[in-house]
């Protein structure tokens, strides 16, 4: 709860709105929560019993239908709000500065969280991109050596070339720009599907 409502503040606020009309326990924790903006709501556990005590002191009282009581502020809850006028006009002010700390506050851990969101962003960007150079920068395996013997060997020497030439051309546009994550997968999934035809055809 928050520390505006100690003190047993929270029971006068609730004849407050309760003299605006009947109203259940869940419309009057919307309305608290509205009040505060959203930034405070209390909780059932919090309502219901102060609604109770409320009864039993005869400052409310409540009609049932469909499961759903309805509270409404009696005579004797009138007269204690009248009483209480000025603790209420106190309590009214202390509510909106109240408010405007909390959304302060709110303001305050959202510009955190978006900055900090900003920095992780380009921490992990700049990761990517480190990873991606190292992985297709890195130097190339040396050329096997040239084969003598005939046809086959001629055949041999041209796919070492073309690999390497594979290689380079591919590590060339990755480094050329940025790319989406759906075209990346698309990519693996094609070296993938490559690599495994190349292994069912040489093995």
């Known amino acids: 709860m928050t520390a505006v409502f100690s003190h047993g503040r929270l029971r006068l606020y609730l004849l ?59 005579d004797a809850g009138r007269e204690e709000l009248r009483q209480r006028a000025g603790e209420l006009t106190a309590l009214e002010t202390d509510i909106a500065a ?22 992780l962003k380009r921490e992990l960007s700049e990761a990517t991109r480190q990873t991606r150079r190292a992985r297709w920068e890195a130097p190339a395996p040396p050329p096997r050596p040239a084969s003598t013997g005939g046809p086959q060997a001629e055949l041999l020497d041209e796919l070492d070339q073309r690999l390497g030439a594979f290689t380079a051309e591919v590590g060339r546009l990755m480094r050329a720009r940025q790319f989406s994550d759906t075209q990346l997968r698309t990519a693996i999934r094609l070296l993938d ?10 093995r």
């Open 98 to 119: 109240s408010v405007a700390d909390l959304s302060s506050l709110a303001g305050e851990i959202r510009s955190e969280v978006r900055g900090s969101a900003r920095d």
């Open 16 to 74: 407050k709105l309760l003299d605006d009309g009947p109203k259940h326990g869940y419309e009057l924790i919307r309305l608290l929560e509205d009040r505060f903006l959203g930034l405070y709501a209390p909780s059932a556990g919090t309502i219901y019993p102060r609604l109770q005590r409320l009864e039993v002191e005869g400052l409310v009282s409540h009609t049932a239908a469909g499961g759903r009581k309805t509270y409404d502020i009696t």
């Open 193 to 202: 599907g490559a690599l495994d035809g190349l292994r069912r055809l040489l």
